[in-house]
Structure formats: C-alpha cells, structure tokens
C-alpha cells in the first residue's frame, strides 16, 4: 500500500482513500478520490473488519474474493441509470495476502436504509423508488443477473430522490457456478422470498418479493414478518401472514398483489410496472404515463398462461394452506433443521435446509381459470362466479366498516355470507382481519379439494382455486367455535404481549399441527415498532400457550 501527497493511503497507486463511508461483515466502502481522472469514487474493501474472522474462518477470504469478482462481473453486464456503475477491480496479486478492491461510482446521497430511520416516506415516494428499482432489475435481469438481495441497505439515494441498486455481491449470474455450496442461501432473512428460503433458486420473481417487502416497509414504517432472532424471522417470512397496508394508499393493493408466497401468480416485472404506474397516477405523482391504466382502475388480472402452483394462495392471502407439504416444510423450520448459520454485519445470512424442507413435494402444474370463471364446484354445485356476490341479510357493508369485523356478531354475519354463497361453514382454514375475511373452502364433500374465498363489505366473493386437502386434518365448522370468546382473547393478547396500541390485528383458525391437528385460534397483535406475537387458543377460547415475537 502507497501514500499520496497529501499522506493517505493509496490502492493500486491511483486511488486515493479520503474517509470511510460505512462498513459491514464483508468490507469497507471508502470515499476515495481517483488522482489519474481527478474525480471522486466509492471503494470497496473486500474484507472482514476484524481480522480475527478471517483467522477463524480460513477459507473466508477466498469466498469473499469470488464474491468481489462476481460483483464486479454483474456490474460489467449493467449500463442502467438506476444500477450502481463500476469502474474497475483491483486484485491482488497471485501468492500475496493482499485483499480485491472494486472500484465503483459515488453515489453522493445516503442509504435507503438511513433514510427510513427518520421513519416512513410518503406514498408518492415509495412509488417513485418501486418503479426506480424495478426498472434496474429489469434490467438485470434482462442480462440475466439476479441480486438476490434486495434491501434497503443496498439502494442509494441520489440528492434528486432517484434510487440506485447496489452491493451485487451474492448475484445469480447466468452461466456461472453456484458461489456456495448446495442447500445454503445467501441473503437477509427479513428480505428473502419465501420460494428461496425452502432452497428454490433462479427465479426472477424472489428479486420482487424482496422489492414488494422492501416498499411495504417503506410505506407502512414497519416490517411485518421481523421477529426477535433470524430463526424466527424465517420462519415467518415462510408461514406468517402479512398484515394489510394501512398507510400505502393506492400502493396497498399492488403490496397484496405482490407479496403472495406462490411466485407463479406474482405480476412479472411488465405487469408490476403498470401496476406502479396505475398507483402513481391514482396519489397523482405525475410518473404515469400514456397507456397507463386509469387512476384507481383494479390491479389487472395476472395472466392465465403462467403456471399455478396448487396451494399456493389467493392474492390477498398470505397464509399457506395445511397441507402435507407445507407440514414437510415447517417441521425442520421450527424444530431446528433450519439452521441460521451466520448474520455477518447484519447484511448477510446464511440459511442451510435439511433434504426433506427444500420444497413443495407436488411439482404439478395446473392452469388458472380466467377471471370470473367458475373452475370447480362448491358444496356439490357450481360456484357462482365473482361478479355475482351474495349479500347476507343484515350484513352490509357500513356496519363492518364503523368497528370493524373482530366481533363476535360480525364474524357471525361472515359465516352467514359464506354459507349462502358456499353452502358450509366447514373450512379448511379461515382468517379475519379487521376488514375483510378470507376462507379456504371445499369444492364439494368428499372433492379433496378448496377453493380460496373473501369477505368484504357484506359481499362475498370466490377468489380462486386454492389446492388439495391434507386428508389427515379435519375440516373445521366455523360456527362451532366459540366466537363469543373473541372479544376477551384480544384484550388478553393484548396485555400477554405488551401491545397497547395495536396497528394490526387478525385472527387465524386452522388445525394445529403440533397438537394432533385440534382446532386453533390464534390472536395476532402487532404495533408500529414490531412489538407483537400472538395467542394459540381452543376452540372454545382457552388459551394454551403464548407466543411472542
């Protein structure tokens, strides 16, 4: 290592290092200032902070050289205003010890991710960053590079407000070997597709999971699935259901388009672009451009030529359905085959899956019915189809508006809705959220099959076709629990996990899988910073245990 004129330390006798700009487990980004073009650039320092990691880890710095490599290569493929651009590498030289330095443009603005410590950004500016930072994946993956990593810390913040995606150090690159070994997935955990987190790799679709969460927390000013340790927080990105926007405008519906666990019916980068643009024009940000869809026009259908993986969920639910894969996959989650095996500066994590969690086991394929079309039949009759609701009598609308449906009364009118629309109250599984309800509802007796159900302003609505029925779980009449309990397990939750002023609260039934399959009810409840968890009661409201977050 050289010094400049001016005393400071000089990489590869051209750079020379100003000052520090942050650093995390995989190096040090300096300002730096480039004395042959006179102009100043952002060094990366491919190295561990603390020598002593490389010490105990021996092959470490090895990684971590390919690591450098890899980015480098991905940038190299970009020329994109919205990717951060790279100007060289510097490796060390063959036998020494010396550590890569890549060379890359200085974006003079700050992080996302520092930005959203002052708390959530307006609607009109998470649209502005979503459409920014789907216009360079597109881009990458266009040159078929996936970032893998999408998240707040990896996007900057030009002073004009446009974003730019960096750190492509873990990137899918076409062509390329695998830069870790089989079953271990690098990423962060509170940003990882669920699809990746069970060892599913190469998909376009996981980089805007990453981006639909990372705009929700932008948006909402919390992160709906961090839980208390990494594990957890798995756990939840692969089980737990997602909480409704309550802050993202007409962002909302394009979060609930985009943050459903089946990467199959996610919109594609296209379908996501007009439905950011459609959201733009509705807050009246001006981003919307001729041929847009109108303002506040529905988010458009997703294409009935992409595939449909059998229960992989409706759009607006996030909650998987009891089946045996989905028991394959959450027993080694949550008796610890899942293992978490480093968080290195809190910006990556290594996740390693046991054989028997890495999928789904049914790889079948089953094309979508086009919107509207009744696909199956429900209750031994055909469905009726969704321009068509039924409204229950006495249950309109306003009344679920005004308090809300986590009532005894109203749930009740729910389940009437349903079973003048269905014909049974006999459900797979059914959650109620403040203001709708969404039910997993057998085709026919007998059919070993459900379809996905909403209720929402009195009105009832078949939103898809869901998947198979675990036969080793009972149905669950919904009329049989005891509703009446429901007003007192939210109080109780309420005071078991400390929340005082709850911004979400929802309830699941579902059979349990580690008590025999037995009916549950479970309270959640979380607030603004995170706090939260939730109860696991009966079906007559005696609480069994606690679970906290």
Request: charge should be neutral; proline fraction near 9%; avoid cysteine.
């Amino acid at each position: 290592m050289d010094t400049s004129e001016a005393g400071r330390r000089l990489v590869d006798g051209r750079f020379e290092l100003i000052a520090p700009l942050g650093a995390g487990g995989m190096g040090t980004v300096w300002r730096a200032r480039d004395i042959a073009l006179h102009r100043e650039v952002a060094l990366k320092e491919v190295r561990p902070p603390d020598p002593a990691s490389e010490a105990a880890n021996p092959g470490l710095s090895a990684q971590m050289r390919e690591r450098a490599v890899r980015e480098a290569r991905a940038l190299a493929r970009l020329a994109h205003p919205g990717v951060v651009t790279i100007h060289h590498i510097v490796e060390p030289a063959p036998g020494t010890d010396g550590h890569p330095w890549i060379v890359m443009e200085l974006v003079k603005g700050g992080s996302l991710h520092d930005r959203l410590a002052d708390g959530p950004m307006p609607v009109a500016d998470v649209l502005r960053l979503g459409l920014d930072v789907l216009s360079a994946l597109r881009a990458a993956h266009a040159e078929g590079v996936l970032h893998r990593d999408v998240k707040p810390a990896n996007v900057l913040l030009r002073p004009d407000g446009a974003a730019v995606l960096t750190d492509f150090g873990i990137a899918a690159l076409g062509g390329a070997t695998a830069l870790t070994s089989t079953g271990v997935l690098i990423g962060s955990p509170e940003y990882i597709a669920p699809e990746r987190a069970r060892g599913e790799e190469g998909l376009a679709a996981s980089d805007l999971w990453s981006l639909g969460m990372m705009l929700y927390v932008a948006a909402e000013g919390t992160h709906p699935l961090r839980r208390a340790t990494s594990l957890a927080t798995v756990v939840a990105v692969l089980d737990d259901p997602i909480p409704a926007p309550v802050r993202s405008g007409p962002l909302g519906p394009v979060l609930e388009r985009l943050l459903v666990r089946d990467p199959a019916v996610r919109p594609d980068g296209p379908a996501l672009e007009a439905l950011l643009r459609a959201a733009s024009a509705a807050a009246g940000t001006g981003t919307a451009t001729a041929g847009s869809p109108p303002a506040y026009a529905p988010p458009p259908p997703v294409s009935d030529t992409r595939p449909f993986v059998p229960g992989g969920g409706s759009l607006y639910d996030r909650t998987a359905p009891v089946t045996p894969a989905r028991a394959r996959r959450l027993r080694p989650v949550l008796i610890g085959a899942l293992l978490v095996l480093a968080l290195t500066g809190g910006a990556v994590g290594l996740v390693r899956m046991l054989p028997d969690g890495t999928s789904d086991a049914s790889g079948t394929h089953a094309k979508a019915g086009a919107a509207g079309t009744p696909t199956a039949t429900t209750a031994g009759r055909p469905a009726a189809p969704d321009a068509a609701p039924s409204t229950p009598q006495g249950g309109g609308g306003a009344t679920a508006a005004k308090g809300g449906l986590l009532t005894p009364d109203r749930v009740r009118t729910a389940l009437a809705a349903f079973k003048q629309q269905t014909g049974t109250t006999a459900f797979v599984e059914m959650t109620v959220y403040e203001g709708y309800v969404l039910a997993s509802v057998p085709t026919a007796d007998g059919a070993g099959t459900y379809d996905r159900y909403e209720y929402r302003d009195g009105r009832v609505k078949r939103d898809g076709p869901g998947g198979r029925i675990d036969g080793t779980k009972p149905l669950i009449d919904m009329s049989a629990v005891n509703w009446d309990a429901l007003p007192g397990l939210l109080d109780k939750a309420q005071q078991e996990l400390g929340v005082t002023k709850p911004t979400s609260r929802y309830v699941i039934v579902e059979p349990w899988i580690f008590d025999g399959g037995a009916t549950s009810v479970r309270p959640y409840l979380s607030d603004e910073y995170g706090r939260g968890g939730y109860l696991y009661a009966d079906a007559q409201g005696d609480v069994k245990k606690v679970y906290r977050s």
